[in-house]
């Protein structure tokens, strides 16, 4: 895993709560270069917000399909500009494993983000990361299989569950091993003589059968962002390359073309020659 680096720069007081919408006529008033360069600092893991206070802790994050905590399912790119503002959100839906709870993480970049608190922080500490909890710890607790030896019982949903709730309702639930790995999905062996369905293989599941009931609503995006800053696509496939390799955005095909659309406001630049591989069939995660 990377460490984090912290930059504390110099306050730069701004406002795009101001703005209204803009059109083809006005001047745009961001670049490329600096939409690159923003996402190249969180590759890093160095912020550059134009937000917040002097002295206030500011953690910039990226996508990480390959998280050794999380057990990754979906993953989405959402784009959002007019002439003066853009704002791009990364989205990803996963089990955090021996953390016992599903979330939805996003992601925040551009000029008009109001960044949420940090999680736990005590201070005004600030993050582009907001976090939206699918299950929670107490629906693991409920739904975790109860009988057999200590480690049939960690992590594995009891096979007499009959639904279980995500968000703010009851889905039933499937414990057919069988349909799992027909999607792919490899049913753990050892200490699971019944093939129990684990925690991290249900949100995988989810994501090939039902992937709506997981994924972000524009309320829950809005949230940090200006209500009325037009949406210009969201991108459910795009070719991604490891935050642990050295190639920053700026020199990757997906984001220079993230940047473009967002200056032209054209949807038709996003024609990637790179192949799509964000499913998470191809990267390996949760394994720590």
Known sequence: MK????????????????????????????????????????????????????????????????????????????????????????????????????????????????????????????????????IETSEFQRIENKEGEEMENFELIGKDIQEIKIRDQFVPFNNNHEDYEKVGIEIRKEDNPDHLIGFGDLIRYLHETNSSIIKATENDILKHIPNDIPKLMTIEEFHFESVYEETPPSQQETYKLLAKILITKDTSNWAPIEEPNNSWKNWESGNL
Not at 25 to 44: G, P, R, S, V, W
């Open 3 to 134: 460490t984090i680096l912290i930059l504390l720069l110099p306050l730069v007081l701004f406002s795009c709560s101001d703005h209204s919408n803009g059109n083809n006529m006005e001047e745009i008033n961001f670049t490329e270069k600096e939409i690159l360069q923003e996402l190249d600092l969180a590759f890093h893991q160095v912020s550059m917000y134009n937000h917040g206070r002097i002295g206030d802790i500011k953690y910039n994050f990226f996508l990480d399909l390959e998280h050794g905590y999380c057990v990754s399912a979906g993953s989405r790119i959402h784009l959002y500009a007019d002439s003066a503002r853009w704002a791009l959100v990364f989205e990803r839906n996963g089990y955090h494993n021996r953390g016992f709870y599903t979330n939805i993480e996003l992601n925040y970049f551009g000029n008009c983000i109001d960044y949420p608190k940090a999680d736990g922080s005590n201070s005004n500490d600030i993050t582009n990361t907001s976090d939206i909890i699918l």
